[in-house]
């Protein structure tokens, strides 16, 4: 079946940023879309960095379950749902199995040892190890990890890319990802609608007001760590900016928020960016919309349910943020900082100081 005309745009789009992706790339992707029955590929992930930080060439089957094991227990002692569930009258159809043995242990006092073992065959062999490496139903070129009988046994690549705290970046992506994953199979349960805190920090279910999830960090991923401007690699501090300026259009909805650089930022200020940004953050949302629960519902229900409709409800509001006579952010629609050599110029030179700035706190 071909695809419509506007994926084929987006998927361009994404071979076009994605050109000969390396294993960050894959990892990422792995993490940040596709859809997600469980939040396993969190919690294996998360246990994969830590191996591969600790440089373990290999683990047993039945000691990756009994560190699942754990990390669930700590995970869902505040009661976040780890899967998406359907409740019938009293009863509740969905629930994971780490979830049901570690509560059969925890309140009937089941012998540990086979709740172990469900969890090593059922959880982890007949499911997420079967499953972490692919992407959209297709094996990844270079596995993370090879399973045998008894072993896991991490590749070289994903010791590479984790070792001695490097990419710990990617760590915060896993468990943000995991924070919006809970969220949403919770919020499925119930009509509260969302709030993006206008910091990016969090997710806001409205009606409890209670912060909800870390978004930063995956907008971050969406955005391959670069700067929304610039493209050069984001670092700390890392700024949010409404990319259709506030005082035009008056609120803080996600798929108006991009991820800048505080100089970036600054420079930028309340003007109007050129149009070629504009689709950049059309192309941006099509590509978290590729990702489910709760970013892809949010986007769904702000902008439309086709791309046409989101497209059109982007642009509507750029305009209404032009008729209202906002300057043009370089003074032309051609202006792109990431091509512009004294902007890139100035980055370094900010990047430095910013650096050294840092290098002085710690003597
Ligand atoms: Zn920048």
Do not use: A, I, L, W
């Given at each position: 079946m071909p695809l419509p005309k506007i994926q084929n745009k987006v998927g361009q789009q994404l071979v076009e940023i994605m050109?000969?992706?390396?294993d960050k790339d894959f990892w990422r992707a792995i993490i940040l879309y596709g859809s997600n029955q469980s939040t396993y590929k969190m919690g294996l992930g998360n246990l994969l960095i830590k191996y591969a930080d600790d440089n373990l060439e290999k683990i047993t089957l039945d000691e990756l379950a009994e560190d699942f094991f754990e990390l669930y227990q700590n995970r869902i002692k505040n009661g976040k749902p780890q899967s998406k569930r359907t409740t019938t009258g009293d009863l509740q159809k969905g629930v994971t199995y780490v979830e049901q043995e570690i509560t059969s242990v925890e309140?009937?006092?089941?012998n540990k040892q086979k709740s172990l073992d469900k969890i090593r065959k059922r959880a982890l062999e007949e499911m997420v190890l079967k499953r972490f490496n692919t992407l959209f139903q297709r094996q990844i070129p270079k596995p993370f990890y090879t399973v045998s009988s008894t072993h896991l046994i991490l590749s070289d690549n994903l010791r590479t890319l984790f070792?001695?705290?490097?990419?710990?970046v990617m760590s915060t992506e896993v468990d943000s990802r995991w924070d919006l994953l809970e969220f949403g199979f919770f919020n499925l349960k119930n009509e509260d609608s969302v709030e993006i805190e206008e910091t990016l920090e969090f997710v806001i279910q409205k009606k409890k007001r209670s912060q909800i999830s870390r978004l930063k960090p995956i907008l971050n991923g969406y955005q391959i760590?670069?700067?929304?401007?610039?493209?050069e690699d984001l670092y700390d501090p890392i700024h949010v900016d409404h990319l259709i300026p506030r005082t035009a259009i008056h609120h803080d909805e996600i798929w108006n928020l991009v991820l800048s650089h505080e100089h970036c930022n600054k420079y930028k200020l309340a003007s109007l960016p050129p149009k070629h940004f504009v689709q950049k953050l059309i192309n941006r949302n099509e590509s978290v919309l590729k990702s489910d629960l709760p970013l892809r519902e949010e986007l769904i229900k702000v902008l439309g349910m086709t791309p046409k409709e989101r497209s059109d409800k982007v642009w509507s509001q750029y305009l209404i943020a032009k008729e209202k006579g906002l300057a043009v952010w370089g003074g032309s629609e051609t202006f792109n900082p990431a091509k512009d050599d004294l902007f890139r110029g100035l980055i370094q030179f900010y990047n430095k100081t910013y650096w050294s700035r840092k290098f002085d706190k710690i003597s």
């Open positions: 050109f000969e992706p390396n309140s009937n006092g089941t070792s001695d705290k490097q990419n710990s760590g670069k700067c929304f401007y610039c493209h």
